[in-house]
C-alpha cells in the first residue's frame, strides 16, 4: 500500500512498545502504530492511546499473544482502531492457521471485509437457502483470505473452554512468581497495574545479566528444556536483526527497501536486544498442568542456576552446555 515501516524499540523488561519509544519514532510522515501485547502482559496501553490521540494516528493493537487480556476491565483489542489476532498453532485459540480482525468502525469493517473476499461484502439479510451471502461491492480490490467454515467450527469449540484456561494459567503463573524471589536473579515479567485480566501465550521469566554466571540465555534454556523436557527458549530475534524481515528479496520492494531500510531499522534497539538476551520464555499448555509443575520448573530453574554458580566458581572449558 505505499506505507513504509519504521521500527520502534521496546521496554527492555517486557518487550512492549512504550510511549517515549513511539514519541522518539514519529514524525510528519507517520499514520498509525502498530503495538503488541507481548508474550504474558500488556504495552502501557493509557501512554500509547495517549500519544496516538495527539498525534492523530490510527493504532492498531496485535494482540496475537492477548486474546482475552484485561485493561482495567476492557478487553484489549478495542483500545485502537483495529485489533488483530493470530489464531494460528501455537496461540491460546489455536487453529492451525487462522487469524481474526476486530473494529468498531463500520467503513474499516466493510473494507476489512472486502479485503478479505475478493471485494465482496456480505448481503443485509441472511441468505436464501442456496444463495450466495457474499455481494460484490468492489470499491475495494481484495483477495481471498476468509477463514473456512471448518476452521471456525475448531474455534468455536474451544471459545468456551477460554475463560477457564486463562484462569488456571494465570494460577500457575502466580505460582511460579510466588517461587521466583527465592531464586536470585530472576524476576517475573512486569504486568501494568490496570491489567486485570491476563492472558498468558508465553510465559516469560526476566534474568537478570549475571545471574548464571557466564552462561547465555540460549544456553540457561536448553539447560533448563534438558531438565523440564519442555521447551525452554529465549525470544526470538527481535525484528531489526530478524532473518524474516527480508524485503529486499522481492523485486517489487528491493528498490523501495534501499532507501527506507535506514530509516526503518537504522538506530539501536538496545531495549530490544536486552528482552531477546535477558528472558526465558515457555508456552502456555505448559500452565495448564498441575500445582506439580509449576514446582517443577522451581526447582529446574534453581538447579540449573546452582550449576552456574559452581561453574562460575571453578570454570571449566566446556561451559555450561
Ligand atoms: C503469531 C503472531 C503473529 C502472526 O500470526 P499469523 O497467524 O502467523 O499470521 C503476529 N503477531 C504476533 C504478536 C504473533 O504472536
Known amino acids: ?10 521496554d527492555p523488561d517486557t518487550g512492549c512498545l512504550t510511549a517515549d519509544e513511539l514519541r522518539a519514532v514519529v514524525s510528519s510522515r507517520t499514520r498509525a502504530v502498530i503495538v503488541v501485547h507481548l508474550a504474558c502482559t500488556a504495552a502501557e496501553l493509557d ?30 483489542g478495542t483500545f485502537g482502531a483495529i ?30 471485509l472486502m479485503l478479505r473476499a475478493d471485494s465482496r461484502g456480505y448481503t443485509e439479510d441472511a441468505p436464501g437457502s442456496g444463495e450466495y451471502e457474499l455481494v460484490e461491492h468492489g470499491t ?25 484456561q486463562h484462569t488456571l494459567r494465570e494460577q500457575r503463573a502466580k505460582e511460579i512468581e510466588a517461587g521466583l524471589p527465592d531464586i536470585p536473579g530472576l524476576a517475573p515479567i512486569p504486568v501494568p497495574a490496570p491489567v486485570d485480566r491476563r492472558a498468558v501465550y508465553e510465559y516469560g521469566i526476566r534474568v537478570r545479566p549475571g545471574a ?11 539447560a533448563l528444556t534438558a531438565e523440564l523436557g519442555t521447551r525452554v ?8 536483526r530478524s532473518v524474516l524481515l527480508r524485503p529486499q528479496t522481492k523485486p517489487r520492494f528491493a528498490q523501495w527497501w534501499s532507501e527506507a531500510a535506514e ?19 515457555m508456552h502456555h ?13 522451581l526447582t529446574a530453574l534453581d538447579k540449573v542456576r546452582a550449576h552456574a554458580d559452581q561453574l562460575a566458581a571453578h570454570p571449566e572449558p566446556k561451559g555450561l552446555a
Open 285 to 297: 499448555s505448559v500452565l495448564l498442568g498441575e500445582r506439580g509443575d509449576t514446582e517443577d520448573i
Open 263 to 281: 530509516r526503518a531499522t537504522g538506530r539501536a534497539f538496545t531495549g530490544a536486544d536486552h528482552y531477546r538476551d535477558h528472558t526465558l520464555l
Open 1 to 10: 500500500m505505499g506505507a513504509s515501516p519504521v521500527l520502534a524499540d521496546v
Open 47 to 76: 501512554d500509547i492511546v495517549a500519544v496516538t490521540g495527539q498525534e492523530g494516528l490510527a493504532l492498531i493493537e496485535d494482540c496475537s499473544q492477548a486474546h482475552g487480556t484485561r485493561w482495567a476491565g476492557r478487553a484489549v
Open 140 to 164: 475495494v480490490m481484495g483477495a481471498n483470505y476468509c477463514m473456512s467454515e471448518l476452521t471456525a467450527g475448531l474455534l468455536l469449540d474451544q471459545l468456551p473452554r477460554l475463560d477457564d
Open 83 to 112: 485489533g488483530v489476532f493470530s489464531l494460528g498453532a501455537a496461540k491460546s485459540l489455536a487453529a492451525g492457521e487462522a487469524g481474526a480482525a476486530i473494529t468498531d468502525s463500520r467503513d474499516l469493517y466493510e473494507r476489512m
Open 233 to 240: 527458549y529465549p525470544p526470538r530475534d527481535p525484528l531489526h
Open 212 to 222: 548464571f554466571g557466564p552462561a547465555t540465555v540460549d544456553q540457561v534454556a536448553a
